[in-house]
């Protein structure tokens, strides 16, 4: 297929019609370039119906949608029934009588008494509504409209494309869509502003009649997310091109866990050239005053899935500098790195472990997914060729199978890791050649369930934590038995407590415990869309879930006091839950040295780099977060980042936020010799 780029609008008729009246139409939800879920539109002249499912991972949302429109394309009524990903209710509903309108779903309900001008934007919707917002906002002056329950839509139009796929040429309009997510969404819209294709994270929506051009519309939205991303990064990236002295700082010492006195650290491009006075301040050619705040090593997030551009620069942002990318898909995730280090975008230096999951109806579509032991084989050494860290093996993989992956990857040097496969328990992977195990509830599941017979492929992995695990006595020979073997084999644990703490203590309408520090400043839209419960847990069954938490809180503490080591990553909201799992820990009982020690130095040591990362050094590289105040004062101190240096620049993420519609968390450091690329101040846009 050959696209042209157009100037946007250049060649689109704009209808003015917000709905196809009298039509119906399909949508696929694709993962991995294979189909796991569908849209399905039956449209008339005053309503729209829509069915809505995906099955991916062993789980997914299905709900039905019915949405009436008035001739400004706006909903007048819109009502959402059905479940979420992980089986809990989702229900919504809209009615807009006159200028009145009310709203009621599972989170939260509200009215208001003039809403004539204003769109709502459900708590849940599929992602046919990215293209009802677009028509919406494009109607209206500047590209914008006021959203309900709060907040505002904007959309912005890039340049058009036009595809020749050898048996017709079509034009498409790409959009970039701000405010319903915290992340601006890319969209395709063709000459009737009907959605073509959503650009998601790790899916993507394509209207059926471009079904078989996937390849060439999954590689545009990669196209389009990079270079939209790059353009944005351009505003904010300031590249150390001399000498650059951070002044008036303590730094953290992540040997000792401890903080210094007052100091200066000095950088020479992409290196840490002197610590205290080994440097005159006149040599330096840019400076950033700390004003007694705290340096860091960057942080790093060691279960990261970057889904897009926009997944690295918020990690950047939030102080992450390095992630080990342990899930994706095998083409975009090279490309993303390509950029990075190219310095085209903003964003950590990232650590790819290939993924490989067994082809079955639960199957996750990242990395490879493969059919036999022989494929899997294949996978390893093609992961070995092409530079990836780490092997990661996932749920469907077949149990006979693990021992002969685990063998091949560690001939060609790689480390394993990954899920316990269903049918297996941790002590299982382990003596079959795990190095590591991801997630906290792997570790325990086998003493919670029967392996034999219960599958883990399904919700089942996360729902039977809240259900069992609080009856679990960790001083059992069984467990102990386990934690003396991780030590033995000096096999690390990649808890992801702040996820288990969503699962486990979430609830619909509310602020989950590892969200409160953080969600407020958030868009109001993606603040409602967070507001719900990830599990199914009756309410009677609030203090089991209680429980649960309180046994995987008991079991990282156990673990870390006898020497296993941890490692802190996040597996949900990029940059943001990095710094929730850290206060997790804390909340656990781990000093605030100790955490951060194990999101830094520790790490480093973990994936073999701690020569160049990992601490405060001269010779390592200037990999550095400049934070407010000291972080061992209190739990949330590491979000307040002033600065951040990587990758041989320098960027303040109070700039990036306010650019992206969140409210910052601390005020960007003093600083004087430091540019953007073509002007002295990046520009700002407040939405």
Same mark, same amino acid.
């Given at each position: 297929?050959?696209?042209?780029?157009?100037?946007?609008?250049?060649?689109?008729?704009?209808?003015?019609?917000?709905?196809?009246?009298?039509?119906?139409?399909?949508?696929?939800?694709?993962?991995?370039?294979?189909?796991?879920?569908?849209?399905?539109?039956?449209?008339?002249?005053?309503?729209?119906?829509?069915?809505?499912?995906?099955?991916?991972?062993?789980?997914?949302?299905?709900?039905?949608?019915?949405?009436?429109?008035?001739?400004?394309?706006?909903?007048?009524?819109?009502?959402?029934?059905?479940?979420?990903?992980?089986?809990?209710?989702?229900?919504?509903?809209?009615?807009?009588?006159?200028?009145?309108?009310?709203?009621?779903?599972?989170?939260?309900?509200?009215?208001?008494?003039?809403?004539?001008?204003?769109?709502?934007?459900?708590?849940?919707?599929?992602?046919?509504?990215?293209?009802?917002?677009?028509?919406?906002?494009?109607?209206?002056?500047?590209? =914008?409209?006021?959203?309900?329950?709060?907040?505002?839509?904007?959309?912005?139009?890039?340049?058009?494309?036009?595809?020749?796929?050898?048996?017709?040429?079509?034009?498409?309009?790409?959009?970039?869509?701000?405010?319903?997510?915290?992340?601006?969404?890319?969209?395709?819209?063709?000459?009737?502003?009907?959605?073509?294709?959503?650009?998601?994270?790790?899916?993507?929506?394509?209207?059926?009649?471009?079904?078989?051009?996937?390849?060439?519309?999954?590689?545009?939205?990669?196209?389009?997310?990079?270079?939209?991303?790059?353009?944005?990064?351009?505003?904010?990236?300031?590249?150390?091109?001399?000498?650059?002295?951070?002044?008036?700082?303590?730094?953290?010492?992540?040997?000792?866990?401890?903080?210094?006195?007052?100091?200066?650290?000095?950088?020479?491009?992409?290196?840490?050239?002197?610590?205290?006075?080994?440097?005159?301040?006149?040599?330096?050619?840019?400076?950033?005053?700390?004003?007694?705040?705290?340096?860091?090593?960057?942080?790093?997030?060691?279960?990261?899935?970057?889904?897009?551009?926009?997944?690295?620069?918020?990690?950047?942002?939030?102080?992450?500098?390095?992630?080990?990318?342990?899930?994706?898909?095998?083409?975009?995730?090279?490309?993303?790195?390509?950029?990075?280090?190219?310095?085209?975008?903003?964003?950590?230096?990232?650590?790819?472990?290939?993924?490989?999951?067994?082809?079955?109806?639960?199957?996750?579509?990242?990395?490879?997914?493969?059919?036999?032991?022989?494929?899997?084989?294949?996978?390893?050494?093609?992961?070995?060729?092409?530079?990836?860290?780490?092997?990661?093996?996932?749920?469907?993989?077949?149990?006979?199978?693990?021992?002969?992956?685990?063998?091949?990857?560690?001939?060609?040097?790689?480390?394993?890791?990954?899920?316990?496969?269903?049918?297996?328990?941790?002590?299982?992977?382990?003596?079959?050649?795990?190095?590591?195990?991801?997630?906290?509830?792997?570790?325990?599941?086998?003493?919670?369930?029967?392996?034999?017979?219960?599958?883990?492929?399904?919700?089942?992995?996360?729902?039977?934590?809240?259900?069992?695990?609080?009856?679990?006595?960790?001083?059992?020979?069984?467990?102990?038995?386990?934690?003396?073997?991780?030590?033995?084999?000096?096999?690390?644990?990649?808890?992801?407590?702040?996820?288990?703490?969503?699962?486990?203590?979430?609830?619909?309408?509310?602020?989950?415990?590892?969200?409160?520090?953080?969600?407020?400043?958030?868009?109001?839209?993606?603040? =409602?869309?967070?507001?719900?419960?990830?599990?199914?847990?009756?309410?009677?069954?609030?203090?089991?879930?209680?429980?649960?938490?309180?046994?995987?809180?008991?079991?990282?503490?156990?673990?870390?006091?006898?020497?296993?080591?941890?490692?802190?990553?996040?597996?949900?909201?990029?940059?943001?839950?990095?710094?929730?799992?850290?206060?997790?820990?804390?909340?656990?009982?781990?000093?605030?040295?100790?955490?951060?020690?194990?999101?830094?130095?520790?790490?480093?040591?973990?994936?073999?780099?701690?020569?160049?990362?990992?601490?405060?050094?001269?010779?390592?590289?200037?990999?550095?977060?400049?934070?407010?105040?000291?972080?061992?004062?209190?739990?949330?101190?590491?979000?307040?980042?002033?600065?951040?240096?990587?990758?041989?620049?320098?960027?303040?993420?109070?700039?990036?936020?306010?650019?992206?519609?969140?409210?910052?968390?601390?005020?960007?450091?003093?600083?004087?010799?430091?540019?953007?690329?073509?002007?002295?101040?990046?520009?700002?846009?407040?939405?």
């Amino acid at each position: 297929m050959r696209s042209i780029r157009l100037p946007a609008f250049a060649v689109l008729t704009l209808a003015a019609t917000a709905a196809c009246a009298g039509e119906s139409s399909t949508y696929s939800i694709l993962s991995g370039g294979e189909v796991v879920g569908a849209i399905r539109l039956e449209a008339d002249a005053s309503r729209t119906r829509i069915d809505y499912h995906v099955d991916n991972n062993g789980r997914g949302p299905a709900w039905s949608e019915a949405v009436e429109l008035d001739d400004q394309g706006l909903p007048t009524r819109w009502t959402i029934e059905g479940r979420a990903a992980l089986g809990g209710a989702v229900k919504d509903s809209y009615i807009r009588d006159g200028a009145a309108a009310r709203w009621e779903s599972t989170n939260d309900h509200g009215s208001t008494s003039d809403a004539r001008n204003a769109l709502y934007v459900p708590a849940d919707a599929s992602p046919w509504a990215f293209g009802l917002y677009a028509r919406a906002a494009l109607r209206r002056d500047g590209s =914008r409209i006021a959203a309900l329950p709060a907040g505002e839509i904007r959309a912005e139009l890039l340049d058009v494309e036009v595809f020749d796929n050898g048996r017709s040429t079509r034009a498409l309009q790409p959009v970039a869509l701000w405010g319903v997510g915290h992340v601006p969404e890319l969209l395709l819209l063709d000459a009737r502003r009907e959605l073509v294709a959503r650009f998601g994270a790790f899916e993507t929506t394509l209207r059926d009649d471009f079904l078989d051009d996937r390849q060439a519309i999954t590689a545009l939205g990669a196209r389009l997310n990079s270079s939209y991303a790059a353009a944005f990064s351009r505003r904010f990236r300031r590249p150390i091109t001399g000498r650059l002295r951070i002044e008036n700082v303590r730094v953290f010492d992540s040997v000792t866990g401890t903080i210094g006195p007052l100091t200066s650290v000095t950088v020479d491009r992409d290196r840490i050239s002197g610590i205290g006075d080994d440097g005159e301040p006149a040599e330096a050619t840019a400076r950033i005053d700390a004003q007694g705040g705290t340096l860091l090593p960057g942080l790093f997030d060691m279960h990261a899935h970057l889904g897009s551009s926009w997944s690295a620069l918020q990690h950047a942002a939030a102080g992450v500098t390095t992630v080990r990318d342990v899930g994706n898909d095998n083409v975009k995730l090279p490309a993303l790195m390509t950029a990075i280090g190219r310095g085209e975008l903003i964003g950590p230096r990232i650590l790819a472990a290939g993924f490989i999951e067994g082809r079955s109806p639960y199957s996750v579509r990242n990395g490879f997914v493969v059919a036999s032991l022989e494929e899997a084989l294949q996978s390893v050494r093609w992961y070995a060729e092409h530079g990836f860290i780490a092997i990661k093996i996932y749920n469907s993989v077949e149990p006979s199978w693990v021992r002969p992956i685990a063998a091949e990857a560690h001939r060609l040097g790689l480390p394993v890791m990954g899920h316990v496969p269903a049918f297996m328990d941790a002590r299982g992977v382990i003596e079959a050649g795990y190095d590591e195990v991801n997630h906290l509830n792997h570790l325990l599941l086998g003493f919670i369930i029967d392996v034999k017979t219960e599958d883990t492929r399904t919700p089942l992995r996360l729902t039977a934590l809240g259900e069992r695990l609080g009856a679990l006595d960790l001083s059992s020979e069984p467990v102990q038995a386990l934690v003396r073997l991780m030590r033995e084999r000096d096999v690390a644990i990649d808890p992801t407590l702040a996820y288990m703490q969503q699962v486990l203590l979430s609830a619909p309408g509310q602020v989950a415990p590892n969200d409160r520090a953080w969600l407020a400043h958030m868009p109001y839209s993606f603040q =409602r869309l967070r507001r719900k419960s990830t599990s199914t847990r009756p309410d009677e069954q609030a203090d089991a879930y209680r429980a649960a938490w309180e046994r995987m809180t008991q079991m990282l503490r156990m673990l870390d006091a006898s020497g296993v080591t941890i490692v802190a990553g996040s597996d949900d909201t990029p940059g943001f839950m990095l710094h929730s799992e850290l206060e997790a820990y804390r909340e656990a009982g781990l000093p605030m040295g100790r955490v951060l020690q194990i999101a830094t130095l520790d790490a480093a040591r973990h994936l073999g780099i701690d020569a160049e990362v990992g601490s405060i050094e001269v010779g390592k590289r200037a990999d550095l977060v400049l934070l407010q105040g000291n972080p061992l004062e209190g739990v949330g101190a590491t979000r307040r980042v002033r600065a951040v240096i990587s990758n041989g620049a320098a960027y303040f993420p109070e700039e990036i936020h306010r650019a992206l519609g969140i409210e910052p968390f601390a005020g960007t450091a003093p600083f004087s010799g430091l540019a953007v690329a073509g002007g002295d101040q990046a520009p700002v846009r407040r939405h």
